[in-house]
């Protein structure tokens, strides 16, 4: 099969494939590039032409006249329109609807006897012979070649303003724990499934089967009406942190036991009958024995679990609350979609802080998650 | 911060916990039953009934979380779809009845079935393909590894990548939507894609399949690597080219893997919610049965019947292939 080298089929076999990576890998790299450029060119110009210098149509409103400096009997406002940011200035105007009617070094009249002189690099100068009155700066719209910027000021923005940072410890909180509680209780589960003798297991086995493609949202009404009943009785709030960490053992646990018993009834019959001729206890052979044989298939399912939990937006907004103190990231990224709509700069910056654990997580573990998916899924076949 | 760490002790105290319960409940059984230092039939006996009990208690914390949290939900979920919007009064059927006349209920069971018939068949479909392609060629893990990649990528963060890629300006002005400025490129008018009734629902699927293409081609790449090495020697001897191999030699092998896949992708499509709620909510016609559910458990101060007559629907739906899960696991476990 392999044995074709250098034949036109395998230059197509490699053409398709780096295809499909592009297909499957630009949308990411654009939300990446995209969420570290200047939120001025992001906003004018595609992600593929970020190493490009760009032209954009800017405005720009100079201080206030209150700021006017006395030079030689003539009255002057300076600055410069790029704010000490490189960029090549082409034409300039004052009128919106010129705003390209002169070019860099020229001087402009200004409809009230003041002149406005703008430079290529943007250093500007409003003259006027007397004193200029108002407290509004006067527009100034500038065509500008501007070279790539590349910025760490949206992430900076979006972790501060925007509350991703506290929604960032929000699914840590949600996250951690609950991957970590399930694992003793599915792994006890799975054991007694796998390994001991008694009536009914065979039944329980196809249960957990069964209750492994449950939709979600059979559980969601009841459950809550649940939280708020056990709320009001006992008098604590209904959307906590401990309500949404059970919520999530309860529907991770199905898988949890499947992948855990799969693991281990594949494990040598001879081992746990040799400890039993021992003396060993259930108990024993499970804690001494199996629990540390069976560290692959937990930290399958630990991964998945973990994944499941940062990532999931249902289970976070139904039983944590969508209020601004425990919105989770994916609910605050759903919330940003909605009021900053249009503003990419902060959209990119927060799904990229949103996606990056998980892929830091599939990046480092990927071993363990295919091992995981194949023992979860590849059966009948 | 403080809620981290009080999240970190917690989880340190539920874990304690568990294991004082599952060690604990052990030696009291031991202690009652004692089965060492006693002789004959008395220690015989006081084994056989540990051993019976022993294995509830092993199981009694997971029984019970799933007889909270996923078993009398069920239950209760019909019960309520019974019922009125408090859930108190009995309604019959009248919530099933609102169902067939409702024009949006309609709109989601169309789309619900569009996404059905669309996303398991193309991510499987590209699965296998990429799957075949890339075991041929030197860097194919490297390739695997980024085409798996999105599988890790939350719902809600690649409806922003992709609503990025999809991105309208008006016609004339700069396209910073890669798929517009595509289209551009090649003299065609941007499109504003997600509000494009009915197209739309395909521009939302690409989303998932991009997700699950590598979820499909995992566990088809290891199914073909399973493929004994004797029946493709005997088809290349047979002068069997390629396209011949695969279709008639490798496909029907993995036939059982594929139709696990598929129905596995075909689950997660009915539950199939953050996208549709992220990109659109339901507006321009792409509304699903998963969001639907959401939006009525709560519009209006929420309506738990509709919303529960609605999840039973998707209940009712999921039920075919889960008969055909236990089937096959029972199959399996049947030997051992």
């Known amino acids: 099969m392999s044995g074709t080298t250098r034949s036109p089929l395998t230059i197509v076999v490699h053409l398709s494939v780096l295809l499909l990576v592009a297909l499957w890998t630009l949308p990411t790299a654009g939300l990446l590039i995209s969420s570290l450029r200047d939120k001025d060119q992001l906003a004018v110009s595609g992600w593929w032409t970020a190493l490009s210098t760009s032209t954009q149509n800017l405005v720009y409103r100079a201080p206030s006249p209150e700021t006017q400096v006395e030079r030689d009997g003539k009255f002057v406002v300076a600055g410069n329109l790029m704010e000490g940011q490189q960029a090549e200035v082409s034409a300039f105007g004052f009128n919106s609807r010129e705003p390209a009617a002169f070019q860099p070094g020229e001087t402009a009249e200004l409809n009230d006897g003041e002149r406005l002189t703008v430079q290529a690099d943007g250093a500007f100068e409003i003259v006027s012979d007397t004193r200029m009155e108002g407290t509004r700066g006067q527009r100034i719209f500038f065509t ?25 410890i929000n699914s840590l909180t949600v996250a951690i724990p609950a991957t970590i509680i399930p694992i003793l209780v599915a792994a006890f589960c799975a054991y007694a499934l796998a390994w001991m003798r008694f009536p009914g297991r065979a039944i329980l086995i196809a249960v957990v089967v069964g209750l492994l493609v449950v939709p979600l949202q059979m559980s969601l009404i009841p459950l809550l009406k649940l939280y708020n009943g056990v709320g009001a009785f006992l008098g604590v709030p209904a959307k906590t942190y401990v309500g949404i960490w059970l919520a999530h053992m309860g529907f991770g646990l199905p898988l949890a036991i499947y992948l855990l018993r799969n693991y281990m009834a ?12 021992d003396g060993a206890s259930d108990f024993d052979i499970f804690v ?18 973990f994944l499941w939990t940062w990532n999931d937006l249902l289970v976070a907004i139904v039983f944590l609350g969508t209020g601004n103190e425990e919105l989770v990231l994916t609910g605050r ?7 900053r709509g249009g503003n990419w700069e902060i959209l990119t910056a927060s799904a990229f802080i949103t996606i990056i654990v998980p892929l830091i997580v599939f990046f480092a573990l990927q071993r363990y998650l295919v091992r995981g998916l194949l023992a979860g899924s590849v059966k009948g076949g | 911060m403080n809620q981290l760490v009080f999240a970190i002790v917690t989880m340190l105290a539920g874990v304690l916990a568990c294991a004082f319960y599952f060690f604990a409940t052990n030696w009291i059984l031991d ?27 092993f199981m009694l914390p997971a029984l019970l979380a799933l007889a909270i949290y996923l078993v009398y939900p069920v239950f209760e979920s019909v019960r309520l779809s019974f019922h009125d919007r408090s859930g108190e009064n009995v309604v019959g059927l009248s919530n ?16 619900n079935f569009l996404w059905l018939l669309v996303v398991p068949a193309l991510s499987t479909f590209f699965g296998l393909v990429i799957a075949a392609l890339t075991d041929r ?19 809600v963060g690649a409806a922003v990548i992709w609503k990025f ?21 090649f003299g065609g008018s941007p499109e504003a894609w997600i509000t494009l009734p009915f197209w739309n629902n395909f521009f939302l699927m690409v989303i998932l399949i991009w997700i699950q293409t590598g979820f499909a081609m995992v566990i088809l790449s290891a199914a073909l690597r399973g493929i004994p090495e004797e029946t493709l020697e005997a088809a290349v001897i047979d002068g069997a080219n390629g396209l011949q191999i695969f279709f008639k030699i490798m496909i029907p092998q993995i036939w059982g893997t594929i139709a696990v896949v598929w129905t596995t992708i075909t689950i997660l499509v009915l539950k199939v919610f953050d996208i549709v709620l992220a990109m659109t909510n339901g507006q321009w016609q792409t509304q699903v049965l998963a969001n639907l559910m959401f939006d009525w458990m709560f519009r209006g101060g929420g309506d738990f019947g509709r919303g529960a007559a609605i999840a039973v629907v998707i209940m009712v739906l999921v039920v075919p292939i889960m008969i055909w899960n236990i089937r096959n696991a029972m199959r399996e476990t049947g030997g051992h």
Do not use: C, H
């Not at chain 2, 006693?38 to 509830?56: F, Y």
């Open chain 1, 144 to 168: 500008a070649a501007v070279p790539p910027r590349f910025t760490l000021d949206n992430y900076r923005e979006v972790l501060s303003a925007e509350g991703i940072g506290q929604s960032f």
């Open chain 1, 266 to 277: 594949g494990l040598p019959k001879e081992i746990m009958e040799s400890a039993r001729v």
């Open chain 1, 288 to 305: 001494k024995i199996i629990l540390p044989l069976s560290f692959p298939a937990l930290a399958s399912f630990a991964i998945f679990q």
């Open chain 1, 333 to 339: 990224l759903v919330n940003l979609l909605g009021s």
């Open chain 2, 31 to 57: 202690a009652i039953f004692p089965s060492k230092g006693l002789s004959g039939a008395k220690a015989s006996q006081n084994l056989r009934t540990t051993n019976a009990i022993r294995p509830w208690l």
């Open chain 2, 96 to 111: 099933f009845f609102w169902m067939l006349g409702d024009g949006e209920f309609r709109q989601s069971i169309f789309n």
């Open chain 2, 137 to 155: 060629i030197w860097w194919g893990n490297i390739a695997k590894t980024l085409i798996f990649m999105p599988m890790a990528i939350s719902f």
């Open chain 2, 165 to 185: 890629v999809y991105d309208y300006r008006a016609e004339g002005s700069e396209q910073i939507g890669i798929l517009n400025a595509i289209v551009t490129y």
